[in-house]
């Protein structure tokens, strides 16, 4: 078990869709293992155009489908969020320069699909102004991914 709590945080363009996934996917997955405790998990946008909103519909309505509860509120990300957070994971590219630029630390910065194993993708594609077929391959994307981040910190942790 993690002997530090684990400080993560998602990041995508508008957090409403992809980045509260990814959060509630990586709470289920560590609640799974009773680890709730030891990990501080958070999302956030680049942009503030939905702050205080909750998460897209067709985001929640797939995660719940799939046992996850995206319950998150929309934010733009802050300078004191740089510091705090350990782990800095965006789902796409223009969310890792765009934090970049923001100061972020680059050993902190990561791209989720960084975690996933086809080497054909690494970005969790945008599906906001797609349909809801989008909202079912974003979340496959991310339950790979995140469970094998979630393997990989505990495997490190044990070593
Ligand atoms: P997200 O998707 O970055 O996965 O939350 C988007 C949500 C909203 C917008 C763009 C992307 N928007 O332009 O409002």
Known sequence: MPSVPRKIL???LGNICRSPAAEAVFRT????RGLDAVFEIDSVGTGGWHEG????PRSRAEGERRGH???SRSRQVVASDLDHFEFIICMDRANHEA???LGA???KLHLLLEWHPSPDIDEVPDPYYGGEDGFVR???LIEVACGKLL???LVEEES
């Open 10 to 12: 998602f990041v995508c």
């Open 29 to 32: 997955l560590v609640a799974n």
């Open 53 to 56: 909103e909750r998460a897209d």
């Open 69 to 71: 509860d995206v319950d």
């Open 99 to 101: 934090m970049t630029d």
């Open 105 to 107: 630390e680059e050993g």
């Open 138 to 140: 974003m979340y496959e």
């Open 151 to 153: 393997e990989e910190m």
